[in-house]
């Protein structure tokens, strides 16, 4: 009878075991959606926000790509492609990407800034199993440009050998501003022979080389800067119109009138310009003891044409002071090929506004700046040898200003 006893309840142990089984199974298969969801919710949102963390990157990184173009001078339509391409390189994949020069919202739109705003679409993991639809993500990066200083003097050819050189024994004194030059050469800018300058600083994107001591305010010269922007990029380009006009290299006084003049300008005797635009399809020659003068003037040099002033000549000109070519003196065709255009003239000449040459080397060999020496010269390469005293306070006189070292920074 014991023994009967005691088998039934090793039975009925069992059967009661076998029914606790049967619960926490049943108790698991219900939770275990709940801890399965639970444990992908803690991945995803890792996931999430590192993706997020990347994405604010590549939106930082393509800014500073799409500023750098802009510095360069470059149209909105490359800066949108710099600030594109560096995206695509960050793992941008199947997002979007826009793009504002200026930014269209915050603080800065009225300043010289790259926005770049960046969207994506994260596909679910395991919260698929509890939210439908993809995970959206956005990051918004304002890059902002600041000119350090600002320029009288730009070479802008970005490799050049010395881009910026004084030589001979030239004397220039820049009051107020600096000299810049965007070539990274070992020797983008040189001061060589008995030449003697003086200006707040020599910056260069390359380096600088100094056969003799100059006098700045900064320093020591700044080298491997960023590259300055076109100060003029923003400038049409004259068109030409109307009937070709011609040079009467037969009188010895004569006024001639803006317009388009097809065989270049000779110009001997004494000669004045009337205000407004010069179209010049040719070269532009001053003759020895010429007497040029105008105001309110802007000659453009088409194509490869180029300028060759005499020393013996005087020259006095001027730019415009308001409207389109404000501070405009020479234009050089962006469009042109490699040339050189010579500034010379006698102690009295005076060129007061820019000369901009982008495509040419200026050689600058005249004693003489502009009234109140305001001349600016902005070329693909620039060699001095007159002298001359420079100013930066020139807005007066409808001159803007030359932007010069440029940084970038991540602002917004």
Same mark, same amino acid.
């Given at each position: ?126 919260? %698929?199993?509890?939210?439908?639809? +993809?995970? !959206?993500?956005?990051?918004? /990066?304002?890059? &902002? *440009?600041?000119? =350090? ?36 050469? %070992?020797?983008?800018?040189?001061? +060589?022979? !008995?030449?003697?300058?003086? /200006?707040?600083? &020599? *910056?260069?994107? =390359? ?56 065989? =270049? ?58 409207g389109t070519y404000s501070g405009m003196l020479f234009f050089g065709d962006r469009s042109g090929t490699a040339a050189q255009s010579t500034f010379n003239g006698t102690a009295t000449s005076l060129l007061t506004g820019a ?58």
């Open positions: 009878m014991n023994t009967f006893g005691r088998i039934f309840r090793q039975f009925v142990s069992r059967r009661l075991r076998r029914g606790e089984s049967g619960n926490v199974a049943t108790i698991f298969a219900l939770t275990l959606p709940i801890v399965v969801g639970g444990a992908g919710l803690g991945v995803e949102t890792s996931y999430w926000y590192y993706s997020s963390l990347k994405l604010q990157a590549t939106a930082d990184a393509a800014a500073y790509a799409g500023a750098l173009e802009k510095i360069a001078g470059s149209n909105t339509a490359a800066i949108t492609t710099a600030a594109t391409q560096t995206a695509t390189d960050n793992g941008i994949g199947n997002g979007t990407i826009t793009v504002h020069t200026p930014p269209s919202s915050g603080p800065n739109t009225a300043k010289k800034a790259v926005e770049v705003i960046l969207n994506q679409n994260l596909d679910r993991m395991f919260t %698929s199993i509890f939210v439908e639809g +993809q995970v !959206a993500e956005q990051a918004r /990066a304002v890059a &902002l *440009i600041t000119d =350090g200083s600002k320029a009288c003097m730009q070479a802008r050819n970005p490799s050049a050998s010395q881009a910026v050189l004084f030589s001979g024994s030239t004397s220039v004194k820049v009051t107020g501003c600096v000299i810049m030059t965007n070539s990274t050469a %070992s020797d983008a800018l040189k001061v +060589q022979g !008995a030449s003697g300058v003086q /200006a707040d600083c &020599l *910056i260069s994107a =390359g380096g600088v080389v100094l056969n003799n001591p100059v006098t700045t305010t900064c320093a020591s010269p700044i080298t491997n800067a960023l590259p300055a922007s076109d100060p003029f990029g923003d400038i049409p380009t004259p068109s030409a119109s109307g009937s070709c006009q011609n040079v009467n290299g037969g009188k010895t006084t004569q006024t001639i009138q803006p317009g388009t003049y097809c065989n =270049g300008m000779n110009l001997s005797g004494n000669v004045t310009l009337s205000p407004g635009v010069y179209v010049v399809q040719g070269n532009m020659k001053i003759n020895a003891n010429a007497v040029v003068v105008g105001s309110g003037v802007t000659i453009f040099m088409a194509g490869s044409s180029t300028v060759s002033m005499n020393g013996n000549a005087t020259v006095t000109l001027s730019a415009p002071t308001s000369i901009y040459f982008p495509r040419q080397q200026v050689n600058y060999l005249g004693n003489f700046s502009g009234k109140n020496g305001c001349t600016q010269v902005v070329a693909d390469t620039i060699q001095w040898s007159g002298n001359s005293t420079i100013n930066q306070n020139c807005s007066s006189l409808g001159m803007k200003d030359i932007p010069a070292a440029p940084s970038i920074a991540i602002v917004e």
